[in-house]
Protein backbone atom coordinates (compact mmCIF):
# COMPACT_ATOMS: atom_id res chain seq x y z
CA UNK A 1 0.00 0.00 0.00
CA UNK A 2 2.73 2.08 0.70
CA UNK A 3 4.03 1.58 -2.81
CA UNK A 4 1.33 2.97 -4.30
CA UNK A 5 0.75 6.22 -2.08
CA UNK A 6 4.33 6.81 -3.26
CA UNK A 7 3.55 6.48 -6.87
CA UNK A 8 0.53 8.87 -6.53
CA UNK A 9 3.02 11.47 -4.49
CA UNK A 10 4.92 11.35 -7.71
CA UNK A 11 2.17 11.34 -10.25
CA UNK A 12 1.48 14.20 -8.53
CA UNK A 13 4.80 16.07 -8.22
CA UNK A 14 5.49 15.16 -11.78
CA UNK A 15 2.22 17.25 -12.82
CA UNK A 16 2.90 20.09 -10.65
CA UNK A 17 6.37 20.59 -12.30
CA UNK A 18 4.56 19.81 -16.03
CA UNK A 19 2.28 22.66 -15.17
CA UNK A 20 5.07 24.79 -13.86
CA UNK A 21 6.86 23.99 -17.15
CA UNK A 22 3.64 25.07 -18.97
CA UNK A 23 2.76 27.94 -17.10
CA UNK A 24 6.75 29.38 -17.93
CA UNK A 25 6.24 28.52 -22.21
CA UNK A 26 3.25 30.00 -21.80
CA UNK A 27 4.33 33.12 -20.40
CA UNK A 28 7.44 33.93 -22.54
CA UNK A 29 5.28 35.19 -24.75
CA UNK A 30 3.84 38.27 -22.71
CA UNK A 31 3.64 42.00 -22.34
CA UNK A 32 2.45 44.86 -19.68
CA UNK A 33 -0.66 46.75 -20.31
CA UNK A 34 -2.48 49.34 -18.42
CA UNK A 35 -6.04 50.64 -18.61
CA UNK A 36 -5.37 54.37 -18.38
CA UNK A 37 -7.56 56.89 -15.86
CA UNK A 38 -9.65 58.03 -19.09
CA UNK A 39 -10.90 54.58 -19.64
CA UNK A 40 -11.63 53.78 -15.77
CA UNK A 41 -13.00 56.77 -14.93
CA UNK A 42 -15.78 55.81 -17.47
CA UNK A 43 -16.08 52.63 -16.64
CA UNK A 44 -14.41 51.18 -19.54
CA UNK A 45 -12.68 48.48 -17.98
CA UNK A 46 -15.13 45.53 -19.13
CA UNK A 47 -15.00 47.05 -22.54
CA UNK A 48 -11.60 47.16 -22.98
CA UNK A 49 -11.15 43.66 -21.74
CA UNK A 50 -13.10 42.57 -24.04
CA UNK A 51 -11.47 43.48 -26.73
CA UNK A 52 -8.06 42.25 -25.68
CA UNK A 53 -9.59 38.90 -24.70
CA UNK A 54 -11.54 38.60 -28.21
CA UNK A 55 -8.97 39.27 -29.52
CA UNK A 56 -7.39 35.60 -27.79
CA UNK A 57 -4.90 37.27 -25.68
CA UNK A 58 -5.62 36.28 -21.68
CA UNK A 59 -5.29 38.11 -18.99
CA UNK A 60 -2.98 36.21 -16.44
CA UNK A 61 -2.40 39.30 -13.79
CA UNK A 62 -4.48 42.33 -13.31
CA UNK A 63 -4.87 44.97 -10.50
CA UNK A 64 -6.57 48.08 -10.13
CA UNK A 65 -3.79 51.02 -8.34
CA UNK A 66 -3.47 54.47 -8.21
CA UNK A 67 -0.10 55.50 -9.24
CA UNK A 68 1.48 58.21 -7.30
CA UNK A 69 3.72 60.79 -8.81
CA UNK A 70 7.05 58.93 -8.43
CA UNK A 71 5.80 55.32 -9.94
CA UNK A 72 4.49 57.51 -12.81
CA UNK A 73 7.75 59.33 -13.31
CA UNK A 74 9.83 56.03 -13.11
CA UNK A 75 7.55 54.38 -15.19
CA UNK A 76 7.47 56.69 -18.17
CA UNK A 77 11.32 57.74 -17.70
CA UNK A 78 12.07 56.95 -21.22
CA UNK A 79 9.92 59.85 -22.49
CA UNK A 80 10.99 62.27 -20.07
CA UNK A 81 12.76 64.97 -22.34
CA UNK A 82 9.86 65.18 -24.28
CA UNK A 83 7.77 68.30 -23.79
CA UNK A 84 4.33 66.41 -22.87
CA UNK A 85 6.16 64.51 -19.92
CA UNK A 86 4.69 66.75 -17.10
CA UNK A 87 1.40 66.39 -18.56
CA UNK A 88 1.51 62.75 -18.89
CA UNK A 89 2.94 62.26 -15.63
CA UNK A 90 0.21 64.80 -14.08
CA UNK A 91 -2.96 62.48 -16.68
CA UNK A 92 -1.38 59.06 -15.30
CA UNK A 93 -2.52 60.16 -11.49
CA UNK A 94 -5.78 62.11 -12.45
CA UNK A 95 -6.91 58.56 -11.38
CA UNK A 96 -7.26 54.94 -10.97
CA UNK A 97 -5.88 52.69 -13.71
CA UNK A 98 -5.46 48.66 -13.88
CA UNK A 99 -2.07 47.16 -14.55
CA UNK A 100 -2.27 43.73 -16.71
CA UNK A 101 -0.23 41.39 -17.86
CA UNK A 102 -1.35 39.54 -20.96
CA UNK A 103 0.49 36.83 -22.54
CA UNK A 104 -0.58 35.13 -26.29
CA UNK A 105 0.66 34.95 -29.28
CA UNK A 106 2.82 37.53 -30.81
CA UNK A 107 1.34 39.49 -28.12
CA UNK A 108 3.40 42.30 -28.28
CA UNK A 109 2.53 42.79 -31.51
CA UNK A 110 -0.98 41.50 -31.55
CA UNK A 111 -1.86 43.95 -28.84
CA UNK A 112 -0.48 46.78 -30.78
CA UNK A 113 -2.72 46.07 -33.39
CA UNK A 114 -5.67 45.62 -31.15
CA UNK A 115 -4.73 49.56 -29.07
CA UNK A 116 -4.80 51.03 -32.63
CA UNK A 117 -2.36 54.30 -33.60
CA UNK A 118 -1.07 56.62 -30.32
CA UNK A 119 -3.38 59.31 -31.74
CA UNK A 120 -7.06 57.83 -32.25
CA UNK A 121 -7.23 60.16 -35.51
CA UNK A 122 -4.80 57.96 -36.92
CA UNK A 123 -6.22 54.59 -35.46
CA UNK A 124 -7.75 51.76 -37.63
CA UNK A 125 -11.75 51.33 -36.84
CA UNK A 126 -12.66 48.79 -34.42
CA UNK A 127 -9.11 49.20 -32.78
CA UNK A 128 -9.17 50.56 -28.68
CA UNK A 129 -8.23 54.03 -29.22
CA UNK A 130 -10.07 54.56 -32.20
CA UNK A 131 -13.36 53.73 -30.37
CA UNK A 132 -13.06 54.57 -26.76
CA UNK A 133 -9.28 56.88 -26.81
CA UNK A 134 -10.44 60.74 -25.68
CA UNK A 135 -7.23 62.45 -27.19
CA UNK A 136 -3.55 61.55 -28.37
CA UNK A 137 -2.52 61.87 -24.42
CA UNK A 138 -5.95 60.30 -22.74
CA UNK A 139 -5.84 57.39 -24.97
CA UNK A 140 -7.51 54.43 -22.83
CA UNK A 141 -3.84 52.08 -22.84
CA UNK A 142 -0.83 51.51 -22.77
CA UNK A 143 1.06 48.34 -24.17
CA UNK A 144 4.91 47.58 -24.35
CA UNK A 145 6.28 47.90 -27.24
CA UNK A 146 8.97 45.73 -27.50
CA UNK A 147 9.32 41.86 -24.99
CA UNK A 148 12.18 42.92 -23.69
CA UNK A 149 10.29 46.31 -22.33
CA UNK A 150 7.30 44.20 -21.31
CA UNK A 151 9.45 41.90 -18.30
CA UNK A 152 11.02 44.79 -17.16
CA UNK A 153 7.57 46.63 -17.11
CA UNK A 154 5.93 43.87 -15.68
CA UNK A 155 8.90 43.68 -12.97
CA UNK A 156 7.99 47.45 -11.72
CA UNK A 157 3.98 46.67 -10.90
CA UNK A 158 4.28 42.60 -10.53
CA UNK A 159 5.70 39.91 -8.20
CA UNK A 160 5.72 35.84 -9.85
CA UNK A 161 3.10 34.69 -7.95
CA UNK A 162 0.80 37.43 -8.74
CA UNK A 163 1.12 36.12 -12.63
CA UNK A 164 -0.91 33.07 -13.27
CA UNK A 165 -1.06 31.07 -16.65
P1 LIG B 1 2.36 54.58 -27.34
O1 LIG B 1 1.57 54.62 -26.04
O2 LIG B 1 1.47 54.39 -28.53
O3 LIG B 1 3.49 53.57 -27.29
P2 LIG B 1 4.37 56.66 -26.97
O4 LIG B 1 5.20 55.62 -26.30
O5 LIG B 1 5.00 57.44 -28.09
O6 LIG B 1 3.01 56.03 -27.55
O7 LIG B 1 3.87 57.71 -25.90
C1 LIG B 1 3.51 57.31 -24.60
C2 LIG B 1 2.24 58.02 -24.21
O8 LIG B 1 2.50 59.43 -24.14
C3 LIG B 1 1.08 57.91 -25.21
O9 LIG B 1 0.34 56.72 -25.11
C4 LIG B 1 0.24 59.13 -24.86
O10 LIG B 1 -0.52 58.91 -23.68
C5 LIG B 1 1.33 60.16 -24.55
N1 LIG B 1 1.68 60.96 -25.74
C6 LIG B 1 2.37 60.55 -26.83
N2 LIG B 1 2.52 61.55 -27.72
C7 LIG B 1 1.90 62.64 -27.18
C8 LIG B 1 1.70 63.99 -27.59
N3 LIG B 1 2.18 64.44 -28.76
N4 LIG B 1 1.02 64.81 -26.77
C9 LIG B 1 0.54 64.37 -25.57
N5 LIG B 1 0.70 63.13 -25.12
C10 LIG B 1 1.37 62.25 -25.90
MG1 LIG C 1 5.20 53.52 -26.02
Given at each position: MDGSRGDRYKARDSSIQSRKRKRTQCLSNVLFSIIKPDATRRNLTGAVNAKLEGAG???VAQKRLQLTEAQAKAFYAVH?????YGELVSFMISGPVVVQVLEGQNAVAKNREIMGATNPANAEPGTIRKEFAESIEANSVHGSDSLENAKNEIAFFFSESEIVG
Open positions: LRIKERPF
